[in-house]
T-cell receptor, first 112, second 114 residues
Framework: GENVEQHPSTLSVQEGDSAVIKCTYS??????FPWYKQELGKRPQLIID?????GEKKDQRIAVTLNKTAKHFSLHITETQPEDSAVYFC???????????FGTGTKLQVIP | DAGITQSPRYKITETGRQVTLMCHQT?????MFWYRQDLGHGLRLIYY???????DKGEVPDGYVVSRSKTENFPLTLESATRSQTSVYFC?????????????FGSGTRLTVV
């Protein structure tokens, strides 16, 4: 089955700096890659996603890149703010039953 | 948002007891899922359902039972709770067949088995 590895497990950055979280996947059939943000004590929420026919997608300060050949995708947060502090999960989805696999999460801390 | 709700938010139960976690969504989403979240493991799929009366096992189904008699409800039952089932449980739903639009999660149930 699919295996998604996520790095780093924790990340501390100064406010205003950029943060990058990286994920790799194993199943070449995966074609959809969502990212979720989970604030402390709350539910995971979808923040951005990318499909396999696109190499990059941006939404304000957040961007995701996908390298299908290397089977890795990354989340980039620019101009980080304290409210970006949360746990971020990547996932890989090939669209079939039980084909969504989540990474183990990255705890991002933005230091004011 | 209130479209998918879980109850209870917190539950303490004793080893060996049966406990049911409820999940209700108001969007008529066809797909529903149960995940458990444990430190170091991320989110792991317990069971999922593609429609009413259609359910199947996920990655970690042992010790759990689900049912889906109505589209909007997807309860998860721990038949005989064990301490290893102490976790945070999230229900999720989506309506697109290939799920290429992400999930909406409920607020979670924190279950402690003592």
């Amino acid at each position: 089955g699919e295996n998604v590895e996520q790095h780093p497990s924790t990340l501390s950055v100064q406010e205003g700096d950029s943060a990058v979280i990286k994920c790799t996947y194993s199943d070449s059939a995966s074609n959809y890659f969502p990212w979720y943000k989970q604030e402390l004590g709350k539910r995971p929420q979808l923040i951005i996603d990318i499909r396999s026919n696109v190499g990059e997608k941006k939404d304000q300060r957040i961007a995701v890149t996908l390298n299908k050949t290397a089977k890795h995708f990354s989340l980039h947060i620019t101009e980080t703010q304290p409210e970006d502090s949360a746990v971020y999960f990547c996932a890989a989805d090939s669209g079939g039953y039980q084909k969504v696999t989540f990474g183990t999460g990255t705890k991002l801390q933005v230091i004011p | 948002d209130a479209g998918i709700t879980q109850s209870p938010r917190y539950k303490i139960t004793e080893t060996g007891r049966q406990v049911t976690l409820m999940c209700h969504q108001t969007w008529s989403h066809s797909y529903m899922f149960w995940y458990r979240q444990d430190l170091g493991h991320g989110l792991r799929l317990i069971y999922y359902s593609a429609a009413a009366d259609i359910t199947d096992k996920g990655e970690v189904p042992d010790g759990y039972v689900v049912s889906r008699s109505k589209t909007e409800n997807f309860p998860l039952t721990l038949e005989s709770a064990t301490r290893s089932q102490t976790s945070v449980y999230f229900c999720a739903s989506t309506n697109v067949r290939d799920r290429a639009y992400g999930y909406t999660f409920g607020s979670g149930t924190r279950l402690t088995v003592v």
